[in-house]
């Protein structure tokens, strides 16, 4: 209740609109003859969380730093509320830039820091210390105002940065790896922060991970970045459910996939047998256009059924568990279908009713026709 007033008060003080809404257009960087950064258009909406994931090296912190300002595109326009900024300094972009290593500075304090954005526009004494004190408790610091950095935990010193990025009300905020250096019970708790902080200013966010989980627990909607381009952009969902080839399936969620051999009579759109690289014959629904085409078969290991219950399925093998792992939420097997050898992942949810396999179990298992994708690479 406090914290949205706060809030309030603050956009009111400031007439601040919350986010802004972000068009690339045709963004590009080249250094030589390598692109680092391919033509990209994307638009991201105000107040949108909007990741950015991918392999190192695939362009992600390019992106963002021609966001940000601080690399000067080859073509192509940032398109911000219907101004491009690729002109404008980085000082005049109203962007606030959060980074793994926090950048807060050492001999100031926590208050100091918070305050230094303000200080560098020129604000007034009192309208500094009682934004410094609103920016405070909005990250539930205000005890730690006069500390240093130093005698401040990984967490809290994020905190200190998210509050400093933040005070002067940018309308996107950028953050590079934010929560890179923290461990992962600190993680999962600044995620919780940083969504609750997000989702009171209203500002639109792009944020950059290589965390799958973090993008997917965080994000309105994930770019997914293969060298240097975007090969998909979608909600977590989306991008879950249907990937639209092999890398992004592999790269978000586990996965087991397989290239295709033959695929026998041409019949797109309905089931058909298909043999897999290894001879497992499975049934796949197949557009035409996949026909005649290097494809690939891919199953979620949540979409496996193991056990009796598999046996009412399209596709039904018999296999023996190779592997088998307990972890909280859930059991983890490694299958090999007898006869091909082909294995499989499967993951099943440790209810209390639940039958757990030890490795050398014979079992069956299965899956719905409609749970197997056919992928490009
Ligand atoms: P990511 O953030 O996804 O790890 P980067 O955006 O940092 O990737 O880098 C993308 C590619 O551009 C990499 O192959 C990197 O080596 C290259 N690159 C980045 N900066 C420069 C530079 N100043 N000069 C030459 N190549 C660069």
Known sequence: MLMTSLVRSEKQLQGAGGGASVSIRGLSKRYGNFEAVASTSVEIDSGDFFAI???SGSGKSTLLGMIAGYIDPTRGQIVVD????VPEPIYRR???MVFQNYALFPHLSVA???AYPLKVRGKTRQEIDKRVRESLA?????????RLPSELSGGQQQRVALARASIYQPSILLMDEPLGALDKNLRDEMQEEIKRFQQELGVTVIYVTHDQQEAAV???RIAIMREGSMAQIGSPR????????????EFLGEASIFAIRSVLPKRAGRPQRIALEDGTQVSVRMNEEDVGQDRFACIRPERVTIGLKAL???NVYKGVVCESLYTPGSIRYRVRLNGTGCMLKVRVLPQTDVEVFEPGSDVSLGWSVDDMTVLQE
């Open 94 to 96: 109203n962007i606030g």
């Open 312 to 314: 009412d399925l399209d």
């Open 238 to 249: 989306a991008l879950y459910e249907k990937p639209n080839s092999r890398f992004v399936a």
């Open 218 to 220: 965080l994000a309105d």
């Open 112 to 114: 100091q820091n918070v």
């Open 138 to 146: 909005m990250v539930r610091l205000e005890a730690f105002a006069a």
């Open 53 to 55: 994931i991918g392999p």
């Open 82 to 85: 219907g101004r491009d900024i």
